[in-house]
């Protein structure tokens, strides 16, 4: 980013990075430990304003992990001129956007962005997910096994990027698969080689009840 900011100072144009995800620091101060081998390389507001960006743009959801929304952040002037601009009002968020990212932004400022439910669901141990899983199948009495997986990021926020963990398989039961999505609430599942696979990495765990009687009743023979 430092040529591009040069290079902007030498025309006398504003630089502004669009860096997408929604990052806010690249070394994620509200999780414990280094930041995760996954992020490698992911762009963050914090760094990219350092480097003399005027603007960065990014998501309101994503890594960012509020509501889809985007976001302006850096200099004050410019985002004044931004806000009187005809068009800013046409694209403004509503209330209730508002007021889901100002309860996601209090967290990160509270100290607590760890609560934030995406940076929750990718902390997970590998050891609290295989515990998940066996209650999940003890409760459904569907038969399956625990088998080691990987659960994707997100295509919008770090594509290709994956974590290790536990995950439910289904042996032969992808066909179950269009009744999970049919029940209400839906339950997503994957579909490999003709089996079911169900990562709660992706499920809240007060929801863990909720997925053992949906696979009960579908999956059960």
């Not at 990219?48 to 960006?53: E, G, P, Q």
């Not at 990212?101 to 995406?118: C, H």
């Not at 809240?204 to 997925?211: E, G």
């Amino acid at each position: 980013y430092d040529d591009l900011a040069r290079l902007a100072g030498r025309h006398r144009v504003p630089f502004v990075a669009d860096i997408g995800s929604g990052l806010l620091d690249d070394q994620v101060p509200w999780v414990p430990g280094p930041p995760p081998a996954w992020l490698a390389g992911e762009p963050a507001a914090r760094q990219v304003l350092a480097a003399s960006a005027d603007i960065v743009l990014f998501s309101g959801d994503k890594l960012l992990g509020g509501p889809q929304a985007g976001i302006i952040a850096g200099s004050q002037s410019l985002i004044d001129r931004i806000g009187r601009h005809p068009i800013a009002r046409a694209v403004r968020c509503d209330g209730a956007t508002l007021a889901a990212l100002t309860a996601t932004l209090e967290l990160y400022a509270d100290g607590r962005g760890g609560e934030v439910p995406f940076w929750a669901m990718v902390g997970l141990s590998p050891a609290g997910l295989a515990d998940r899983c066996r209650a999940v199948l003890e409760r459904s009495g569907v038969s399956g096994d625990i088998v080691d997986d990987e659960s994707v990021v997100g295509a919008g926020s770090v594509p290709g990027q994956t974590i290790p963990g536990p995950v439910i398989r289904l042996p032969n039961a992808g066909t179950a698969w269009e009744g999970l999505l049919a029940r209400e609430p839906s339950i997503v599942a994957r579909r490999a080689e003709g089996d079911l696979i169900v990562d709660l990495r992706a499920v809240d765990p007060d929801d863990d009840a909720v997925l053992a009687a949906g696979l009960s009743a579908t999956c059960r023979s």
